[in-house]
Each structure stands twice: as structure tokens, then as C-alpha cells.
């Protein structure tokens, strides 16, 4: 039998507890050195490049500078392809995710009378260019297409595109195709991994440049978009999948270890727990897995093997529910569930994760694909600082100020003299009687 990897917190030193807060994303070095070269190639060589890795990387034999970009008639085709009930669920999770963006995003503009006269706010613009990624490499993600693509068209960005790697027959997943047509975007390009940051960075004679790009990818991605984070916004940090499945007393374990294959299945290089302080949540956990896995797929059932019986997943036991809280928050998760049919008596001591689903009728499937809320979140404790995407990843902002006549003398006051105490001769000068000269004329 598989051995799962099985942690007691209270055993573990610490340099073993440190270990466990690891992702398989931690060393970069290696796909830093391999992305190099291929950044290089696509500044100097543009589209050509894109072919050359496309063919190599993605078996895209047949993918040509002509075909980089996807056509209108292979949009209409993809209608055609995709089984009506696909096309109808991915139209359900996008008025969910519409719902919830559009109740996001921010008024244009706010002002506050800060003093009598004195007034400061904000004003928001969308982001002039922004580049989505939707990885393909262990399988198709539309439900990323519409996570990305919904809120950046709500923000009203003018200039939306698509990322995503060709299939070897040099076409784009048609579900791909039909998210982004019904999220209204019409801008896909055929390529993925390093070269598709790169490409989004440098521009090509077929890519425009964006200013930004989001989306998850392998560490090929992310290797890319740390280099190139001096060139294009990498947005927020969103390597491979990773998931913690808090299980207490109240539930079945059985289901615990269902919820935690979700994330587990997406790759290898994954990471996904169960918590608990139930021994027999624990075992029970334990005894479901290999029922779970002879329901799945032989390709699921591999990755999520190798990361349940690695050194990134498996089942942590701890002495306590405040042992359990610390150990979230130390881990700081992409996804969490808080499986527990009490579970706002667990919301409030968790602080640091990314999304939170609550209870025994929210798995992370539901999360990922048509609850509403933004799927594509910070991994690697990025949500110690980062949030899920949303309207605001595709916003900037202004701020603004205007002072009246009546309101500028006693704020000009206050000004001078501290422009005088830090020295600034101009800044004093701004707002001394110079300007009272210049404003009676």
C-alpha cells in the first residue's frame, strides 16, 4: 500500500516544522538558469521564437507565425466542439463571477472634505494592458480563463489578452475559447510557459506589449516573471496549486480526504494537507484514500499520489485546535477549507489565508469553478500580503485633492512651516507670500 505521508506537529523540530511550510516552488535556481536563454530569444527573435517553442515545448508541429494568434473562425469553431452542458456551465460560473466582480469594483472617483474648503480622494483608471495566462500543461483550464477575464473586462481594461499553450495539433482547448469569447475577450495567443512571459513583456511583430500579466503557471512562469519584473508587473505570486483541508470532530474524515485530492490531482508539484486534532479523523482520512483513488483517473491518481506521499502533502496531527490555527497561519494557504459544520467558530482565529471556504457544502470545486469569488490566489505564503485577484489587480489608482480659496490659507500655514523645519526652500516658498502675489493678480 501507498504510504502517505503522515506528520504529529508535537514530534516535529522545528527545522522539520520549517520544512513542512515549504512548497515545491521554494528554489527557483534551477528554472531561473533554464529561462534565460529563452527570454533572450523571444526579445531578438519575436514571433520566430514563439513558433520554435511552441513546436519544442508543446509538440506543436504545425504552428506557424501566421496561426500564433488565434483566428475569429477557430472561435466559432470551438462553439461548435464543446458539448452544450459545458458551454452552459461555463455561462453559470461566468454570471457568478460577473455578480461578484461588479459588486467589487470601486466607484470612479470619491472626494471627502478633509477641512472646510479642503478636499482629497481617490480616482480609479482601468490598467491600459493586461495579459492573462491560462496554463495547459497538465490539463485545460477554462475556469482560469474565466477568473482572469471577467474581472479585467468588468474593470474596463481596453487591452485584454490571453496566454495559453498550443495543443500539438497547433489549436487552443475550445472550452478555453468559448470562456473567453462569453467573458468578452477576443485576443488569445498560442503560447505558453517562459516564452508567453516574455512575449507579454517585450511585445513580438504579432504580440502587443502589456503592462501587466496574471494568472498561474509552473515555475517556468514564475521563474520568467521574477526576471522580468523590472519590465512588466508579474502581479500577484501564483505558482502550483496548494491547499490545507481543516477537518475538526464534527465531520468525517472520509470526507477530508475527499476535499483534499481537489487540489492535490493538479500536479505533482503540488501542495495539499489535512489538518486535524482528531486521531480519528486522522484514521478515517487514512482509510478513505485509496477508495478516493480508485475512483480517478490514472494521471490524477499519480499526481496526487506524489504529493499526499511527499514531501509537500499529506496528513498533519495536532495536539490542539490552537495548535491546528497556528499551524495555518504559519503555512499561510492558497485554498482552505474550514471543514467543520461549526465553521465560523474557526474564521476568526485564522488571519492568513487566501480564501477561506467554510463548511461541509463547499469544497474547493465549487470554489474554483462557479461560486464567484476569484480562484487564482497568492501560493507560496503569498497570502501573508496578497489577497485573491480581483477588479482591483486591474485598476490604478489617483489620488486627488483640491483646495478652495477660503481653504488654502490655514492649510498653506501648517505647510510652510513644516517645508521650512525639513528645509525645502521651494516647498516654503510654494505656499508663502510669493504665491498670495501671484493669486491677487
Not at 8 to 16: A, M, Q, V, W
Request: net charge negative; proline share 6%; hydrophobic share 40%.
Amino acid at each position: 500500500m501507498t504510504s502517505v505521508s503522515f506528520h504529529t506537529i508535537k514530534n516535529l523540530s522545528r527545522t522539520e516544522y520549517e520544512t513542512l511550510l515549504k512548497r515545491s516552488e521554494s528554489d527557483l535556481s534551477f528554472f531561473s538558469e533554464k529561462v534565460k536563454p529563452i527570454i533572450e530569444a523571444v526579445r531578438t527573435q519575436g514571433d520566430a521564437a514563439l513558433v520554435q517553442f511552441g513546436r519544442e515545448f508543446d509538440g506543436a508541429r504545425s504552428l506557424t507565425k501566421a496561426t500564433l494568434k488565434v483566428s475569429q473562425a477557430e472561435f466559432d469553431g470551438a462553439f461548435k466542439s464543446v458539448a452544450p452542458e459545458v458551454i452552459e456551465a461555463i455561462r453559470y460560473g461566468i454570471e457568478n463571477i460577473k455578480t461578484f466582480h461588479e459588486v467589487q469594483k470601486p466607484e470612479p472617483m470619491w472626494l471627502k472634505e478633509i477641512k472646510p474648503g479642503a478636499f482629497a480622494g481617490d480616482r480609479y483608471t482601468p490598467i491600459q494592458s493586461v495579459a492573462l495566462y491560462v496554463p495547459r500543461g497538465k490539463g485545460a483550464f477554462p475556469s482560469v480563463t474565466m477568473m482572469t477575464a471577467v474581472p479585467a473586462i468588468i474593470a474596463e481594461v481596453p487591452n485584454v489578452a490571453i496566454f495559453t499553450p498550443p495543443t500539438e495539433d497547433g489549436s487552443v482547448d475550445a472550452a478555453t475559447l468559448v470562456a473567453a469569447r462569453i467573458a468578452g475577450v477576443e485576443t488569445v495567443y498560442k503560447c505558453g510557459g517562459a516564452q508567453a512571459v516574455a512575449a507579454a513583456a517585450y511585445g513580438t511583430e504579432t504580440i502587443q506589449r502589456a503592462l501587466k500579466i496574471v494568472g498561474p503557471g509552473s515555475p517556468w512562469v514564475v521563474a520568467a516573471k521574477k526576471q522580468l519584473a523590472g519590465l512588466i508587473d508579474p502581479g500577484l505570486p501564483a505558482g502550483p496549486s496548494e491547499a490545507i483541508i481543516f477537518a475538526d470532530e464534527t465531520v468525517h474524515g472520509g470526507l477530508a480526504a475527499l476535499d483534499v485530492l481537489v487540489e492535490a490531482e493538479h500536479g505533482s508539484d503540488s501542495s495539499a494537507y489535512i489538518v486535524t486534532h482528531s486521531r480519528r479523523v486522522a484514521d478515517e482520512a487514512l482509510a478513505a484514500l485509496p477508495d478516493h483513488w480508485a475512483r480517478m483517473t490514472e494521471q490524477r491518481v499519480e499526481f496526487s499520489k506524489a504529493v499526499m506521499c511527499g514531501k509537500n502533502g499529506g496528513i498533519i496531527l495536532t495536539s490542539s485546535l490552537e495548535e491546528s490555527y497556528t499551524f495555518i497561519n504559519d503555512y499561510a494557504p492558497e485554498h482552505l477549507e474550514l471543514l467543520s459544520t461549526e465553521p465560523f467558530e474557526h474564521l476568526g482565529h485564522i488571519t492568513e489565508a487566501s480564501e477561506i471556504l467554510m463548511g461541509p457544502h463547499t469544497p474547493v470545486s465549487i470554489g474554483n469553478f462557479v461560486l464567484g469569488p476569484n480562484a487564482v490566489l497568492p501560493t507560496s505564503r503569498g497570502a501573508a500580503t496578497y489577497g485573491p485577484l480581483s477588479v482591483h489587480d486591474f485598476i490604478k489608482c489617483s489620488s486627488i485633492g483640491y483646495v478652495t480659496r477660503p481653504g488654502y490659507s490655514t492649510m498653506a500655514k501648517h505647510a510652510r512651516v513644516l517645508a521650512k523645519y525639513e528645509g525645502f526652500s521651494s516647498h516654503e516658498n510654494a505656499v508663502s507670500e510669493m504665491r498670495d502675489q501671484y493669486l491677487r493678480k
